[in-house]
């Protein structure tokens, strides 16, 4: 039997951080080894908002390495450029003619973006949801292994592929696009900020010490957990309404440090916040380590990176353009003889 398949990605939009790797990456390295898996740098979405040229080639390439650092493993899994498969966009715009307005209204991704940026909103930005359809949609994707903040996304990919494509171009034998699943880990789906442990860990967030990025260093990872928001009461716990960062900081040591909730939550009952910022600390530094390491490694090699992501896309561009012709005859477009 085939295997399941499985797709996500990530913006190169800066360093990634804690947030990217506990709520999805880390999701990515396990499913490789169970289903056919596609990994894009999603440098499209990453232009809604404005970036600055000279850096936007590098984040791609130090995204995709980073993939790599955290383990995904190029052999087996294909690992690609969003922008470098033309189908992409050619789907978006498809999707764009089918997708209700109303639908797109009620994004909240979009809603909060917006507020940020002012007078200066792009249509794409809006857009952005549907080129994420058409990203999932075009590799018949079983699941998509996300963090919490983009289950209304994939909520929008599903209607788009079950209500304005299957119901009005397909048949129930022949469905024409595959419905996605969502998949959102239990535990790291949403890693809160440092400063604020109400607001989500964001690569967009202004304050460099709300998040940590993957390749901080040591001493900048102990400072900024340091620095980190803690509350007055003593001994760290989960679940009070209250004491939002003690949940944050106790949830991340649990998922860093390996251990269930329940002994993290006995470990540190009564224990003060400067001493669990230092185990914490000590923790995150030590699993970042070797993931630190492999990246150093891999962005040395330039060549054999450029090799693994042409490799990707290769094996994604074929799978691209099946769904692409398939889509468009439905529509009724003319192929070309
Ligand atoms: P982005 O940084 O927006 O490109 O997000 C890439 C992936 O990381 C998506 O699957 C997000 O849902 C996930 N993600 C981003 N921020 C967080 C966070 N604070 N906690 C958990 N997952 C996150
Ligand atoms: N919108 C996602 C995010 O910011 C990134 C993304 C784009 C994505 N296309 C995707 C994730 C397709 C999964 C599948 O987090």
Redesign the pocket.
């Known amino acids: 039997m085939a295997l399941k398949r499985v797709l996500?990605?990530?913006?190169p939009?800066g360093s990634?951080?804690l947030?990217?790797w506990?709520?999805?990456i880390r999701n990515w390295v396990e499913l490789q080894k169970t289903h056919e898996t596609y990994f894009c740098v999603?440098d499209l979405?990453a232009i809604t908002v404005s970036q600055d040229p000279q850096l936007l080639a590098k984040n791609t390439l130090s995204t995709a390495a980073l993939y790599i650092a955290c383990g995904i493993n190029p052999d087996i899994s294909s690992i690609f450029v969003q922008s470098h498969i033309s189908a992409h966009s050619e789907l978006c715009w498809l999707l764009n003619c089918i997708t209700p307005l109303n639908w797109m209204e009620r994004m909240i991704q979009f809603k909060e973006k917006a507020i940020k940026q002012g007078d200066n909103v792009s249509i794409g930005l809006f857009n952005y949801p549907v080129l994420m359809a058409a990203d999932i949609l075009l590799y018949d994707t079983d699941l998509v292994?996300?963090?919490?903040?983009?289950k209304q996304h994939l909520e929008l990919a599903r209607n788009i592929a079950q209500q304005r494509v299957n119901s009005k171009y397909g048949t129930n034998e022949k469905p024409l696009l595959k419905v996605p699943e969502p998949l959102i880990m239990k535990q790291?789906?949403?890693?809160?900020s440092l400063v604020d442990g109400q607001n989500?860990?964001?690569?967009s967030d202004p304050s460099d010490f709300s998040r940590i990025g993957l390749l901080d260093s040591p001493e900048l990872i102990t400072k900024k957990i340091k620095k980190a928001k803690s509350d007055s009461y003593s001994g760290l716990e989960f679940n009070n309404p209250e004491r939002p960062e003690s949940d944050n900081l106790l949830g991340l040591y649990s998922i860093i440090s390996g251990q269930s909730r329940d002994s993290v939550a006995k470990e540190c009952n009564d224990i003060s916040w400067g001493k669990f910022k230092l185990m914490l600390a000590d923790a995150t530094v030590n699993s970042l380590e070797p993931i630190q390491a492999k990246y150093q490694e891999i962005i040395k090699d330039d060549a054999c990176l450029r090799q693994w992501i042409n490799i990707g896309k290769e094996k994604a561009e074929e799978q691209a353009q099946t769904t692409l012709r398939r889509l468009k005859k439905a529509l009724g477009m003319l192929p070309p003889q």
């Open positions: 996500s990605g990530v913006q939009t990634l951080h947030g990217n506990l709520g999805a999603v979405h292994p996300v963090g919490e903040d983009q790291g789906a949403k890693i809160m989500k860990m964001s690569k």
